[in-house]
């Protein structure tokens, strides 16, 4: 016989309460796996397609909480070109729009001699006209969720997208997200002249030093624009810290919540064990053997809960980015940070939850708890 | 008079500290709540391989004194001494209890969810590393208290008399040198006590050890090496084999 085979052997016997604990705190770190996951799908989506498609700095209107609402006067490019150290400017127009089927679809005008358009790998059909106001390419994820191949139609709001092809990018946003001409964009959300964000190539910008330089220079030249590295686009995003921030207060309520709820299994496990421990101090257990029993007791019950929560949360991901409201927009994938962050969450939950019954059962009286019942 | 002769006997036993297992040196326990004595001034010496018997009636302290012997109690005046040192915290007391001092029950206290082996393993841990040496001794404890056949059983499938034995066989998991018994057989039928009592005596001659009886029953102080006799907190005789 272990320690482990003690612990379990507790945990086994009262089978209805442990059950109740283990699914609370499935419940509490799979809430948490999913806001969290989905927060980190969005960077990961985000950063990555940047990074993939050759972005070294983004730039957009400072202040603007919400990067899709910004508008910047698409002229800023030849300026930005003029720029020292500046390889390459490439403007964008982004929005979010919702097709009649109800499905929400990013899509991304780009001016006909953008160089965002070699990314774009064709699979059937052809680029849209540099000039077409209703000429779309679809990526391929986005288009089997529609189930749209070349010349079918996509209808935003009343009005008439016709598919010229269907290509396959090397990025997640790229391939969920429509890519038409910039001035189609543009007449389609009625912002004439306007763009969201400038992609720009920078001299030394595949390293930090290079990234770092730039990124001052044009900061200093143009203070009413923040640039920001591809690789950190989305972390420096107000309204992504803003909703991240949301998230992590949400899950830390469930997570109180499952601290609680093991904290009271615990302490009513003491309760009802004090003979129990009565009897390992009188046969000389230590009062650091106890305090590691129910400590390992308490941890035990949030690493069930823990593991399977984490497991549940990732197949509600899984489901959640299905949702064609989502889809393409957040990549789901285990990372080692997530499962760092996952990990420090059961064991914060197993010890907060147990130090306190452990206390107790130290300052039991040993003879007062061999009188017990 | 019987109260002197204690003393005389008591003070003897501490000019040859080596000889006492236990020492029990103006040792008073009280309790705040009420103020109750339960113990006044005893002292006493437990000489080692000696099988002492504590008689007296219901609340004279003696089931106190043997928690003060094993350390799940304090004195709140004067001092216990196991083999000649005196244990100076409770962590001290705890690897008394797990290496020298052994405990038998009234009521048993075997644990519900384990069975018969598994109960005696559990003072084995911390004490014994391999959990196949726990095993092997716990099947060996087991054996020599003629449980072998039910060592799978838990404690609801045994009878008083097999739960004792059980008991027993914990009590001498990790071979200590002292073995405390606080009515052992209290809760068991005639036949019953006489066999744990023989057991109990024959493996603590076996292994030399002390061996300190709580009673009630006359029978088992006859064949104590000495009887310590307490009345209201107070050792009240204290005589020799033979005596009695």
């Known amino acids: ?373 | 008079m019987q109260q002197s002769a204690t003393r005389k006997d008591s003070s003897s036993c501490f000019s040859s500290l080596s000889r006492h297992a236990i020492e029990f040196s103006s040792v008073s326990r009280l309790y705040p709540a009420g103020s109750v004595t339960a113990l006044e001034d005893i002292t006493l010496g437990v000489r080692r391989g000696e099988f002492l018997a504590v008689v007296g009636p219901s609340g004279s302290g003696k089931t106190t004194l043997l928690n003060l012997m094993s350390g799940l109690d304090q004195p709140t005046q004067g001092s216990v001494l196991i083999n000649g040192a005196e244990p100076e915290s409770a962590v001290k007391w705890a690897w008394l209890r797990a290496r020298a001092i052994g405990f038998v029950f009234q009521s048993f206290q075997l644990l519900p969810a384990f069975t018969a082996l598994e109960n005696v393993q559990i003072p084995m841990f911390g004490v014994v590393k391999s959990r196949a040496q726990r095993l092997d001794a716990a099947h060996d404890l087991l054996h020599r208290v003629g449980l072998d056949a039910k060592r799978h059983r838990y404690p609801d499938e045994l009878s008083s008399g097999e739960k004792q034995r059980v008991a027993i066989a914990r009590s001498l998991a990790n071979s200590p040198s002292i073995l405390l018994a606080d009515e052992p057989t209290g809760n068991l039928d005639s036949r019953s006590s006489e066999a744990v009592m023989h057991l109990l005596q024959d493996l603590s001659r076996a292994k030399r050890l002390t061996l300190v009886v709580v009673t009630h029953n006359h029978a088992i102080a006859r064949d104590a090496d000495r009887v310590v006799e307490l009345f209201d907190g107070r050792i009240a005789s204290l005589t020799e084999k033979g005596g009695l």
Request: one cysteine or more; glycine letters at 12%; proline letters at 3%.
């Open chain 1, 1 to 373: 016989m272990r320690l482990v085979h003690i612990i379990i052997r507790h945990l086994v016997q009262r089978p209805v309460r442990t059950a109740v604990t283990v699914i609370c705190v499935a419940a509490a770190v799979g809430g948490f796996t999913v806001l969290t996951g989905l927060g980190r799908g969005l960077e990961t989506a985000w950063n990555g397609s940047l990074v993939k498609q050759g972005t070294h700095l983004m730039a957009h209107r400072k202040g603007v909480m919400n990067l899709l609402t910004g508008a910047i006067d698409e002229r800023i490019a030849d300026e930005l070109k003029a720029v020292e150290g500046v390889e390459s400017v490439s403007t964008e127009l982004i929005d979010v729009i919702t097709l009649e089927s109800g499905a929400s679809v990013l899509v991304r005008g780009w001016p006909g001699d953008s160089v965002l358009w070699g990314q774009v790998a064709l699979i059937s059909g052809r680029l849209p006209d540099p000039h077409s106001r209703d000429q779309v390419v679809v990526g391929e994820g986005l288009a089997q969720s529609l189930d749209i191949q070349a010349g079918g139609v996509l209808s935003p709001f009343g009005g008439e997208l016709r598919v010229a092809g269907v290509a396959r990018l090397d990025n997640v946003l790229g391939n969920n997200s429509l890519m038409m001409p910039l001035s189609g964009l543009q007449d389609l959300l009625d912002r004439q002249g306007k763009i969201t964000v400038v992609h720009l190539r920078v001299e030394g910008g595949d390293h930090e030093k290079g990234l770092e330089t730039a990124r001052a220079r044009l900061s200093e030249k143009y203070p009413q624009f923040l640039f920001v590295a591809a690789q950190t686009a989305a972390q420096e995003n107000e309204l992504y810290r803003f909703w991240r921030g949301m998230s992590w207060a949400a899950s830390l309520v469930g997570l109180i919540m499952g601290l609680l709820i093991v904290f009271n299994t615990m302490l009513v496990a003491v309760l009802e064990k004090t003979r129990e421990i009565g009897v390992l101090n009188a046969v000389g257990w230590s009062g650091r053997r106890i305090i590691t029993l129910i400590m390992l007791e308490s941890l035990a019950l949030s690493a069930a809960g823990g593991l399977a929560g984490i497991a549940c949360g990732y197949l509600g991901l899984k489901l959640l980015v299905l949702h064609p409201k989502l889809q393409g927009f957040i990549l789901v994938a285990p990372s080692w940070s997530a499962l760092a962050e996952q990990s420090a969450v059961i064991l914060a939950i197993g010890l907060g939850a147990g130090l306190i019954p452990a206390w107790r059962a130290l300052k039991l009286n040993p003879i007062d708890a061999l009188r017990e019942r």
